[in-house]
């Protein structure tokens, strides 16, 4: 059977729900501290940390579209307030960019092993290998 052509069940509809809001959260917050980062160490790790949700949030919002659901609204540059007052400082920021990590991969292998549909399967052990490389 061809997993890839099935609707997706209520499990993988709120995994990715979820996926994409808290993912947006998070990459606002992120963006945030980004743009008070004056460690460059922590700042390229901030860096591509922002890349990867950025090319993660392009592969879910297909997944909305191809089934006919509205894509989240999410946050977004509305919520986002950068040059602003700084306040946290580095070491706090690389911190809270660890523990989110660690709550990314619990997510990610939660939905993955509630998803029936292969490419959704795919799509969060991809970014639970992400996830990984971010926390070495």
Same mark, same amino acid.
Request: aromatic residues 10%; hydrophobic residues 35%.
């Given at each position: 059977?061809?997993?890839? =052509?099935?609707?997706? %069940?209520?499990?993988? $509809?709120?995994?990715?729900?979820?996926? /994409?809001?808290?993912? @947006?959260?998070?990459?606002? $917050?992120?963006? /945030?501290?980004?743009? %008070?980062?004056?460690?460059?160490?922590? #700042?390229?790790?901030?860096?591509?940390?922002?890349? +990867? !949700?950025?090319?993660?949030?392009?592969?879910?919002?297909? !997944?909305?579209?191809?089934?006919?659901?509205?894509?989240? $609204?999410?946050?977004?540059?509305?919520?986002?307030?950068?040059?602003?007052? #700084?306040?946290?400082?580095?070491?706090?920021? *690389?911190? /809270?960019?660890? $523990?989110?990590?660690?709550?990314? *991969? *619990?997510?990610?292998? +939660?939905?993955?092993? %509630?998803?029936?549909? =292969?490419? *959704?399967?795919?799509? /969060?052990? #991809? &970014?639970?290998?992400?996830?990984?490389? &971010?926390? @070495?």
């Amino acid at each position: 059977m061809d997993t890839e =052509k099935l609707k997706l %069940t209520s499990s993988e $509809i709120g995994s990715l729900w979820g996926e /994409y809001v808290n993912g @947006t959260a998070i990459d606002v $917050i992120n963006r /945030y501290m980004d743009s %008070t980062i004056e460690d460059e160490a922590i #700042k390229n790790v901030f860096d591509e940390d922002l890349k +990867t !949700f950025e090319k993660q949030k392009k592969k879910i919002i297909p !997944f909305f579209e191809s089934e006919g659901f509205p894509v989240p $609204i999410g946050f977004n540059e509305s919520d986002l307030n950068l040059g602003k007052q #700084k306040l946290f400082s580095d070491a706090f920021c *690389l911190n /809270y960019l660890h $523990i989110m990590t660690l709550h990314g *991969l *619990l997510g990610h292998v +939660t939905a993955l092993s %509630t998803s029936v549909r =292969k490419d *959704l399967r795919d799509f /969060y052990d #991809k &970014c639970d290998n992400d996830a990984k490389k &971010c926390i @070495t």
